[in-house]
């Protein structure tokens, strides 16, 4: 299978309408990147969807291989939800490489609030699947 960009991925692509637009500042092995969280993407009331905080989490890891050179799939991914996310303010995700082998890239990263406060966190393993 041959992984193409057409910029339309839901968590960072320009040109899809209902993506969240994520846009990552990247540092050698890590990467951050500030983002508001809007109304459709709630569970509950003003609390964000666990598979937006889950999809929010794999971008970050996943942009650590991008930043590498190189296409990531994930593998495996395990997210722990701390307390709950919310809609309409100012979050924080941040993503670190924890170790990189020649096939795979282990990976964790947490969503904050502006005090700081850790949200949710994941760590992950990806697959490495060709030349970005």
Not at 30 to 40: A, D
Not at 70 to 80: A, L, M, N, P, S
Not at 86 to 93: M, N, R
Request: glycine content about 10%; overall charge neutral.
């Amino acid at each position: 299978m041959e992984f193409l960009n057409d910029n339309y991925c839901f968590a960072c692509g320009e040109n899809n309408p209902w993506g969240l637009h994520l846009k990552f500042n990247h540092n050698a092995d890590t990467l951050e990147s500030e983002f508001v969280l809007k109304k459709e993407h709630q569970g509950f009331k003003d609390v964000a969807h666990g598979g937006i905080v889950s999809t929010v989490l794999d971008e970050a890891m996943a942009y650590l291989c991008i930043g590498k050179g190189y296409y990531g799939v994930t593998g495996k991914i395990e997210v722990r939800f701390k307390k709950p996310v919310p809609i309409g303010e100012k979050l924080k995700v941040k993503a670190e490489i924890t170790e990189e082998k020649s096939k795979l890239v282990m990976a964790k990263a947490h969503i904050e609030n502006s005090k700081g406060e850790i949200l949710a966190e994941a760590t992950s393993t990806f697959i490495k699947v060709g030349k970005s």
